[in-house]
């Protein structure tokens, strides 16, 4: 599976490129071991400072990750850094609304595609993700990962590689700006029964129900957003 490298290009990355194919090929699937960086020196022929720096350079990538103690493992999901596009760099009160209308123009589109593709394990996985955010309400406490879970679970039922990687990318930057301004267990509740709407449409495959269902859902959460200024989305 790894190859002898014989090249004059420089060769951590040729290394941390014959990394990355077998990756794109699936020969290596996240949470994969790697081989110890001796081994890899032999599998490929350089020498152990140059697979120190294919290293380095896919970890800076966080195409691959170090479990102290543990080795050397494939990223669960390869190539997606931290903040990838530069949130952290714009005003938190702006970012708010800024999300919130990207999500519009993504998000029903998605859960379209996720009543088209979604299969049971993908239903199940939101059902369970509901009842827990269902539980909450119930005790009034409010559990923003689970919302966010959820949202996260319907871009993996999508089955489509690019809205995998984009949505959970926009699920950080909302839990960066809820920090700052927490909601209240009355607005969780209403995100509750609107993200109930948008899980039934899935669950029958009815795929306009889920878009109109999760465009009234972000449209009540950019009214919500608006009317208290500066908290942040109500997923």
Do not use: C, W
């Not at 850094?81 to 998000?107: C, K, N, Y």
């Not at 309400?137 to 089955?159: D, G, N, P």
């Not at 889920?210 to 908290?231: D, G, I, P, W």
């Amino acid at each position: 599976m790894y190859q002898r490298i014989e090249t004059k290009e420089q060769l951590s990355a040729v290394v941390a490129k014959q990394i990355k194919d077998l990756i794109r090929e699936q020969r290596l699937k996240p949470g994969d071991k790697l081989p110890n960086e001796m081994e890899l020196s032999k599998l490929f022929g350089v020498s152990r400072p140059t697979i120190r720096e294919a290293m380095k350079s896919l970890i800076s990538q966080n195409v691959i990750s170090i479990r102290r103690g543990r080795g050397t493992f494939v990223s669960e999901n390869p190539g997606v850094v931290s903040d990838p596009l530069g949130f952290d760099f714009i005003h938190s009160a702006d970012l708010q609304i800024a999300l919130i209308e990207a999500r519009l123009i993504i998000e029903p589109g998605a859960a379209r595609l996720a009543a088209r593709n979604a299969d049971e394990k993908d239903i199940e996985t939101m059902e369970h993700l509901l009842k827990e955010m269902e539980e909450s309400v119930q005790m009034h406490h409010v559990r923003i990962t689970k919302e966010l879970e959820f949202h996260r679970s319907i871009s993996r039922a999508t089955k489509n590689p690019v809205i995998v990687r984009i949505v959970p990318v926009i699920m950080e930057a909302i839990q960066k700006t809820y920090r700052e301004a927490p909601r209240t267990p009355e607005d969780h509740r209403q995100a509750l029964e609107e993200h109930q709407r948008v899980l039934e449409a899935i669950r029958s495959h009815n795929s306009e129900e889920a878009y109109q269902a999760m465009r009234y859902h972000l449209e009540n959460s950019l009214q919500r957003t608006l009317s208290k200024k500066q908290v942040p989305a109500y997923l």
